[in-house]
């Protein structure tokens, strides 16, 4: 066995085994905390960090696996597929969030001026879907012009 799978293995059971399990017992104490009326939101920080570093090493372990270790562009297809699962996923999800934190702020009070907070999340979904739509007709040119010009 070599240091590289060694510490491969580690690495795996300590973001997909161990970290989750140091999350259930960050709950298990706030749980008890705020049965006795205590302050508990540090250890809801703590279990969703940990739960957060057990996720990340999954997404990282999706990303660099497409291509075989030897590969040279394994680094370039990693960091081209965050960006595309940042941009086609996470945004969307986001902008529908602040459409509904602008309505919500809509609701609560409506005043028609640049600087009203409704205004700017409904802005920011705007421009999240705007740069998901964006990267999505640069992949849409970059797979149809692979054929080159007819």
């Not at 399990?21 to 006795?36: D, H, K, W």
């Not at 057990?54 to 965050?82: K, N, Y």
Request: hydrophobic letters at 55%; charged letters at 10%; aromatic letters at 12%.
């Amino acid at each position: 066995m070599s240091i590289y799978n060694g510490l491969l293995n580690l690495t795996n059971w300590t973001g997909n085994v161990i970290m989750p399990v140091v999350a259930g017992l960050f709950i298990v104490v706030a749980i008890v905390n705020f049965s006795r009326g205590r302050e508990y939101s540090h250890q809801m920080y703590g279990a969703l960090l940990c739960l957060l570093v057990s996720g990340l090493l999954r997404a990282m372990e999706t990303f660099a696996g497409q291509r075989a270790w030897s590969d040279p562009d394994v680094f370039g297809v990693a960091i081209g597929t965050f960006v595309n699962w940042t941009a086609n996923v996470l945004l969307p999800v986001y902008a529908a969030v602040q459409v509904a934190a602008g309505a919500l702020d809509m609701a609560a009070d409506v005043r028609f001026h640049f600087s009203a907070g409704w205004l700017r999340h409904f802005a920011a979904a705007g421009l999240c879907l705007l740069v998901s739509g964006l990267l999505r007709l640069g992949e849409f040119f970059v797979i149809h012009g692979t054929a080159g010009i007819p």
